[in-house]
């Protein structure tokens, strides 16, 4: 660990640079990259993220002796260059707080503002600026944010609005004003008394007075936002260790509150949503940081042309636009030019798209932040590949700046353009983030959560949504607000996840104690169903169907990219035609797993399936196999159709009998009458098929070497269906797999059962089809073996589930009773039937193909298991040498990216 614990930056020098991110947090080394390549940003310093987890192992108090030196050193370095000093009360230094870790986590930590004010300082503040309303304004504001963030200032019901903006609406309602930036003075300074007083009364705590204890509590309460809950549930959802900590930056304050010429404002340097190469943010005038994202002010659009985008999309016509939302670029327009310039100085920097913050005092332009920006994955897609074509990075590169389960989001249905055509637009917001999305109505975060749980699908509608909504923005398919722009936390929050959001639809109104929101006297209750189109900001009453998602232009141009780099092939668990269309065309070659099991489900099928299991005779058996084999050769004959050309695993019958079989009275008294048998007869055969422990039971290959009539009859059927392709001219590759083998017995007689059926039938039919016959390696025992078992399997896919689970010893179906405690204790880490484990289970992977192909040398590996489609798991197959993986239709798309990167990788 560095000794150093604080980084000072100003004036065009920086202790920092931009690849020390992780241990200046991403905001603390770019503030510092930005001092050396000559952007304006006010001076400053970082504590580092090491000292965040110092804070956690050593308490606040050790923390705060061990910085004490040299961030009092740190606050000098800010005062020479500030010519000012913190806690003068002629000449006051204000500085701000801010976090920021690693990766960045929009909105997810703390921030304080105007820090340093005190009542003495205040009226310092007032004489050196000649401005006392925006001296009281930064204090009103410093109370607020630090009531909040410090000393825990929350609503008491969730109903409620937040204490402070309950007194603002007192205060604004005695002159019966509405904006917060007409309150006067003498407005200005009763806030200030009532925040504090309220406060007391709360929390039983003093407001503190001394700048220097208010530094402190700012930099503690930043380290301990690290902790809070919604910090947590990010990380968890973002796979952020906690372990990386937060850094915390000290900055010189400056102010977009001082008047008509100053203005503060976020801004991308191309588009979050869509990808599009167009510069765009938002802007307001008079105002603090926090006003843009809080959506309390209209913010207003940047550049000309967003700014008449936006007034379209919000039914305002030019006139007022240009009125009462002018853009920067028509009122500010030489520091809109400087502005531009920088963004685009950034984007080359960093060759990414940038997010940044920015502030203007008094005509004069400072940058506070820049960050890649967050975005949803059709822009992620979008934007490596236009980056590409610009020739800004390279083809590797851009497959490494995708992420792969970000293009789960690219996968999702979209509006059917008919019925959207038919639906009855209710009204319209700004389309925050793409996507189609359809539910029923909530107004609480906690009942989105609670009403997904229950199965429904619901659309979060809120004034504005802030940080505590996270996990019900999550459990929602899409989200919709009345306030707040495109920078609003819902829209910011909501493009990370890759959630639609339509957002600031402005003509909702919105009352959580009824639970409804009227929009021009229609009236939408809790519970109701509603259509949001996160593309084109539009709301529909009603269900909108849906269709699915294509893979066409810059998304087919990536994944044309990661075939040309990848080396491990896709393939994928597959048991319909459907799934196995699906699945093609998101680029699978050929099906890794068919499991069987899943065709015997319907009417039909499951009475003869049943009347075959609760048979007493061989005979009995095979006369309801009989009625199977020409259901299972037309299933078979879909799917090798629909994989024409490409390899078709199909794995024999796997699971346990008992699975099939009628545990219903009304079920076993229709088989009774089916097999002429009496129910009590029946009754007896469903009990003796019970099994104490069914995933260690008469499953797998023992059910085929139990039973050889199944492991004939679905030989059958697979050869069979080949060959009436082959007939029609079509090209089947069938690949016959046994299931469960620990024991190279188990596979040599049901190899010989197979070897011989298929003779039979190719006899019988006058012709052959090339076939393979191979196995899962899914008990350890067989990865130990392995070389054994290669001599006679011509394949093998590791069928990671059940691996995971034998190696463990953890029940596939009954982990959730430990899991979650396991995870919470961090005795585990991921969940490991998510999440292949490398380390173990990973080894007997690893360890049986080099055993096998020890033996048979072009033995093909693949792996079936869940694992086949989770990004770190594809890589790890592709470091042992796999030859393919093989995952569920919608994941395809990602574990072809995964692969690429892995390739590139290496
Ligand atoms: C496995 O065990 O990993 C596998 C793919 O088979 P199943 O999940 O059907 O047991
Ligand atoms: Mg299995």
Redo the contacts with the bound molecule.
Sequence with gaps: MSEKRVYTFGNGKAEGRADMRNLLGGKGANLAEMNLIGIPVPPGFTITTDVCNEYFEKGKEKVVALLKNEVEQAVKHVEGLMKSKFGDVENPLLVSVRSGARASMPGMMDTILNLGLNDKVVEGLARKTGNERFAYDSYRRFVQMYGDVVLGMKPVNKEDIDPFEAIIIDVKGMRGISLDNEMNVDELKLLVKRFKEAIKQQTGKDFPTDPMEQLWGAICAVFDSWMNERAILYRKMEGIPAEWGTAVSVMAMVFGNMGNTSATGVCFSRDAATGENIFNGEYLVNAQGEDVVAGIRTPQQITKEGSIRWAHLQGIDEEIRVTKYPSMEETMPEIFAQLDNIQAKLERHYHDMQDMEFTVQEGHLWFLQTRNGKRTGTAMVKIAMDLLHEGEIDEKTALERCEPNKLDELLHPVFDKEALAKAKTLTRGLPASPGAACGQVVFFADDAERWHEEGKQVVMVRIETSPEDLAGMSAAEGILTARGGMTSHAAVVARGMGKCCVSGAGALNINYKARTAEIDGNVIHEGDYLSINGSTGEVYLGEVTTKPAEVTGDFAQLMDLCHKYSRLKVRTNADTPHDAEVARNFGAEGIGLCRTEHMFFENEKIKAMREMILADSKEGRERALEKLLPYQRQDFYGILKAMDGYPVNVRLL?PPLHEFVPHDLEGQRVMADEMGVSIEEIQRRVNSLSEHNPMLGHR?CRLGNTYPEITAMQTRAILGAAIDLKKEGYNPKPEIMV??IGIVNEFDAQEQVIRATAKELFEKEGTEIPFKVGT?I?IPRAALTAENIAKKAEYFSF?T??LTQMTFGYSRDDISSFLPVYLEKKILKVDPFQVLDQTGVGQLVEMAVKKGRSTRPDLKCGIC?EHGGEPSSVKFCHRVGLDYVSCSPFRVPIARLAAAQAAVEE
């Design positions: 796997d797998g299931p469960l899962m899914e069928g589930n059940d298991g």
